[in-house]
């Protein structure tokens, strides 16, 4: 009756309006398992995290504020890390709005300024006698200019390995005395294939966007990996995880690059079905903070909340690794007191 109702509002035959139903309902049906395939996993464990304390730095935006969400909802004390104190507040306060038992302190830091990072260790320190994680999350570069931080390191790196090594490095005794802990760096897939400039870290002689970006991001692994080499804590596991690619990131770079934004916003529906939601490109940053610490494969890469490995890249090179280790030291200004180890 239905059928033949919307038939006749249509003016065509029954037989035409059902094939015209079956297709609309195949593509609708591809697209949704396209969508879910994008999105990948959920975290699936099932665990609480109360009486834990978390640090997470560039926590007032995108993946940074999920993974507060999610963790502060499973019972942890969220210490959210942001430049922008006023969008922290606003993350926070709709965090708590979601999760009204939500343990939630906004704290600024910015990693662009070696004393911005003093500032907040010392008032950290002040305040908390133990710190069980920290996820390096926050992230930046996407600048068509050569940009430097406070320090005038090259902005993409200067913020996302060396600021967070500097972060890392004064907490590193706070993750000890609170162990089993642990250490996130959230970093991309895009690190699997890059390379570290070794001739030219800062991008000084020639600066490109995405070979910046990437060379910190891949930076991120490294640094992990060093840290679980060059100290083998048994109790401070370290690791690294590709979110996957989510709007938020690819949003980023739209506002600061006027071609990419032409191409942004008519592409949007299809970007927005090939790429993650924001809360499922959380999900193995979630995962690795929650996962039993023995379960936990210090100085591993995860992806789609499960361990991954590499061969031939430069982010499973150990050399490379304590190269960089020597090299931030030396930029930062700080000794290096630990012996070398071997590959």
């Known amino acids: 009756m239905l059928l033949r109702l919307q038939a006749q509002l249509f003016g065509m035959d029954e037989?035409?309006?059902?094939?015209?139903?079956?297709?609309i309902g195949v593509v609708v049906s591809i697209l949704i398992?396209?969508?879910?395939?994008?999105?990948?996993?959920?975290?699936?464990?099932?665990?609480?995290?109360?009486?834990?304390?978390?640090?997470i730095t560039g926590a007032n935006s995108g993946i940074g504020k999920e993974t507060a969400y999610e963790l502060a909802r499973r019972g942890a004390y969220v210490i959210m890390a942001c430049r922008d104190i006023e969008k922290g507040k606003k993350a926070g306060a709709e965090i708590k709005r979601k999760v009204p038992s939500a343990d939630i302190v906004i704290k600024h830091l910015d990693l662009a300024s070696k004393a911005s990072i003093d500032r907040f260790v010392y008032e950290f320190r002040e305040v908390y006698s133990r710190l069980d994680i920290l996820i390096n999350n926050a992230a930046t570069g996407f600048s068509r200019e050569r940009e430097t931080t406070e320090d005038g390191f090259e902005l993409a790196f200067g913020t996302n390995h060396?600021?967070?090594?500097?972060?890392?490095?004064?907490?590193?005794?706070?993750?000890?005395?609170?162990?089993?802990?642990?250490?996130i760096n959230v970093s991309s897939k895009i690190a699997f294939t890059a390379k570290m400039n070794w001739d030219d870290l800062q991008s000084e002689r020639n600066y490109?966007?995405?070979?910046?970006?990437?060379?910190?991001?891949?930076a991120n692994i490294l640094h992990a990996k060093e840290l679980a080499r060059r100290y083998e804590f048994p109790n401070v596991r370290t690791c690294s995880v590709h979110p996957g690619v989510s709007l938020t990131e690819l949003s980023s770079i739209s506002f600061r690059n006027f071609w990419v934004k032409i191409f942004y916003y008519p592409l949007y529906p299809i970007l927005w079905l090939i790429t993650k939601s924001v809360n499922k490109a959380a999900q193995t940053t979630v995962h690795c903070a929650l996962i039993e610490h023995i379960a936990l494969s210090s100085g591993g890469i995860y992806q789609d909340c499960r361990q991954v490995y590499l061969k031939d890249c430069e982010a499973e090179d150990p050399v490379a690794g304590r190269r960089?280790?020597?090299?931030?030291?030396?930029?930062?200004?700080?000794?290096?007191d630990e012996p070398d180890l071997e590959p």
């Not at 037989?15 to 297709?23: D, E, M, N, Q």
């Not at 004064?170 to 250490?183: F, G, Q």
């Open 162 to 183: 060396l600021g967070h090594f500097y972060l890392t490095s004064k907490l590193m005794s706070l993750l000890e005395d609170s162990s089993p802990s642990r250490v």
């Open 208 to 218: 490109n966007l995405a070979e910046a970006y990437n060379q910190s991001k891949l």
């Open 15 to 23: 037989s035409k309006l059902f094939v015209i139903g079956i297709i």
């Open 324 to 336: 960089l280790w020597k090299e931030s030291l030396r930029l930062l200004g700080l000794p290096d």
């Open 33 to 55: 398992l396209i969508k879910m395939y994008a999105n990948g996993p959920s975290c699936e464990i099932r665990r609480f995290l109360h009486g834990k304390y978390v640090l």
